[in-house]
């Protein structure tokens, strides 16, 4: 369980300069992912156990 808000973040693997990414916010009820070139935009919620999945189905491909 995630403890505090951390913010909306890049991946370390993006590279510094780049505004072509998504940005995640992870929060105590959901997992936040946006476009990062347009921060005041519409994003999408998951919850944790979503997110989870996710991320764990692409690391094992």
């Known amino acids: 369980m995630i403890a505090?808000?951390?913010?909306?973040?890049?991946?370390?693997?993006?590279?510094?300069?780049?505004?072509?990414?998504v940005e995640?916010?992870?929060?105590?009820?959901?997992?936040?992912?946006?476009?990062?070139?347009?921060p005041d935009g519409p994003h999408f919620a998951f919850t944790s156990r979503a997110w989870g999945s996710f991320v764990n189905r692409l690391a094992n491909r």
């Open 24 to 38: 995640v916010r992870l929060t105590p009820a959901t997992v936040g992912v946006r476009d990062s070139k347009n």
């Open 4 to 21: 505090r808000d951390t913010g909306w973040f890049k991946s370390s693997r993006s590279s510094g300069g780049s505004n072509a990414c």
